[in-house]
């Protein structure tokens, strides 16, 4: 099964990810992870990508785009692999379609995962991070004992900038620009399919797995 995973910040992709590529024995590739495989391994595209990131500047598209050919033509993906975080936008999808026909494959399925946004803020809003050993808790769905301090190392717990609602909202609006268009994209190529992501992960994760039951190997 060739693999694609979309969906906003906060429907749990990550998650997600990890168990359908696990059922489905294909590996799962991320753009964090090639990124920090290939700056660890000192590639020429991790060196060339480190220099923007060490200078606060994003990482060009190309250099990206390279990574995940690389990535792709490993031997464990020649039979599969589940894409997370690769396209973001209709070029990059574009160029990712370029890069299977050389391969002589093609995307089995795009798989969407469905949230509204007031369940995102929900959700990323709750998060309550310890200052001392990085662990994070949920106000609704993992609170700690005590409000305010971490139940691990009695550390304090504090909202970071980035699950503010406010900020929240605005990544929504960002990921609606940017990735709105890629979805109808792939919707009109016939390979979409969408499932809701809200409720405990384990339901998710069956309803991910009974909406890919018919496609790939």
């Not at 294909?26 to 595209?45: H, Q, W």
């Not at 990735?179 to 919707?187: C, G, I, M």
């Not at 998710?204 to 797995?209: F, G, I, M, Q, S």
Request: with cysteine; net charge negative.
């Amino acid at each position: 099964m060739r693999l694609v995973l979309v969906g906003p910040p906060g429907a749990g992709k990550g998650t997600q990810a990890a168990f359908i590529a696990q059922a489905r024995s294909i590996p799962k590739i991320s753009t964090g992870d090639i990124f920090r495989a290939n700056v660890r391994e000192g590639t020429e595209l991790g060196v060339q990508a480190k220099a923007f990131m060490d200078s606060g500047d994003l990482v060009p598209d190309e250099i990206t785009i390279g990574m995940v050919r690389n990535r792709l033509a490993e031997d464990d993906a020649v039979k599969g692999f589940l894409l997370d975080g690769f396209p973001r936008n209709v070029p990059q999808a574009e160029v990712l379609g370029g890069m299977l026909d050389a391969m002589g494959t093609r995307l089995d399925v795009v798989l969407e995962l469905v949230v509204d946004d007031d369940e995102v803020v929900r959700r990323l809003s709750g998060r309550r991070t310890c200052r001392n050993c990085g662990h994070i808790w949920h106000l609704d769905f993992d609170p700690s004992r005590v409000e305010g301090i971490c139940d691990r190392c009695s550390g304090e717990l504090f909202q970071r900038d980035d699950d503010r609602p406010e900020t929240v909202r605005h990544r929504l609006e960002v990921y609606a620009e940017q990735t709105s268009p890629l979805v109808a994209y792939y919707a009109a190529k016939g390979v979409l399919i969408g499932i809701d992501a809200t409720g405990p992960v384990d339901n998710v994760t069956d309803r991910a797995l009974d909406a890919l039951r018919h496609y790939g190997d």
